[in-house]
């Protein structure tokens, strides 16, 4: 209950407000959220990286097995060399 009474009364706030001060707002907000990222420490930004390339890598492998696969599935189909 205390959430809507809290949203009901920063919608008053902000409806009060001019354009130039709901613009000011939001910006106030957006640096507040900024502040809240946490940044990933050097080792963990390198474990991330290298889980996304070995993903990538899979996905590559996958993809052009499937090829393959559909590739040769064509020429039997239709005989084609």
């Given at each position: 209950m205390a959430d809507t009474?809290?949203?009901?009364?920063?919608?008053t706030e902000q409806?009060?407000?001019g354009f130039f001060g709901r613009i000011l707002l939001f910006f106030k907000q957006v640096i507040?959220?900024?502040?809240?990222?946490?940044?990933?420490t050097r080792d963990e930004l390198t474990?991330?990286?290298?889980?996304v390339l070995i993903f990538i890598?899979?996905?590559?492998l996958?993809?052009?097995?499937?090829?393959?696969?559909?590739?040769h599935v064509i020429n039997f189909v239709f005989g084609t060399n």
């Open positions: 009474s809290t949203a009901s009364a920063r919608d409806s009060s407000k507040s959220e900024i502040r809240k990222v946490v940044r990933p474990q991330y990286t290298a889980v890598v899979f996905i590559m996958f993809v052009v097995g499937l090829d393959w696969v559909f590739n």
